[in-house]
Nanobody
Framework: QVQLVESGGGLGQPGGSLRLSCAAY????????MGWYRQAPGKQRELVAT??????NYADSVKGRFTISRDNAENTVYLQMNSLKPEDTAVYYC???????????????WGQGTQVTVSS
C-alpha cells in the first residue's frame, strides 16, 4: 500500500555535493519519522540521518556535512550531502515509520535504494 521512491543518487566527486530525495506514496495516514540509511559493500546497513517532527539525528560520520529535511505536505524527505568523501560510497535507503489510513498499527517501509559513488 505504500511505496517509497528515491532519486538523486549517482557519481559525486570528493568535496562535491549530491542531493537525495524520497517521496512516499500510498494510503498513508501519518508519517512519524523519515530517515536515510546506507550500506557499503561488505558492511552492515547503518543510520545516516533521521527526522521526526522538528528533531533531527545524524551519524557522527556525517555531522556537519549532511543535512536532512522534510516536506510534510509532499511526504518527501531530502538528504543534502556536501563535502563528500569516498567513504560515503554506499547504497542509500530511505525509511519511513508511519500509520496507514485503512488499518491500525505503525509500520516501517523502505525504499529500493539508490547508489551513491564518490570518486574522482
Amino acid at each position: 500500500q505504500v511505496q517509497l521512491v528515491e532519486s538523486g543518487g549517482g557519481l559525486g566527486q570528493p568535496g562535491g555535493s549530491l542531493r537525495l530525495s524520497c517521496a512516499a506514496y500510498g494510503s498513508i495516514f501519518t508519517i512519524y519519522a523519515m530517515g536515510w540509511y546506507r550500506q557499503a559493500p561488505g558492511k552492515q546497513r547503518e543510520l545516516v540521518a533521521t527526522i521526526s517532527g522538528g528533531s533531527t539525528n545524524y551519524a557522527d560520520s556525517v555531522k556537519g556535512r549532511f543535512t536532512i529535511s522534510r516536506d510534510n505536505a509532499e511526504n518527501t524527505v531530502y538528504l543534502q550531502m556536501n563535502s563528500l568523501k569516498p567513504e560515503d560510497t554506499a547504497v542509500y535507503y530511505c525509511n519511513a515509520y508511519l500509520s496507514l489510513g485503512d488499518r491500525p498499527g505503525r509500520y516501517d517501509y523502505w525504499g529500493q535504494g539508490t547508489q551513491v559513488t564518490v570518486s574522482s
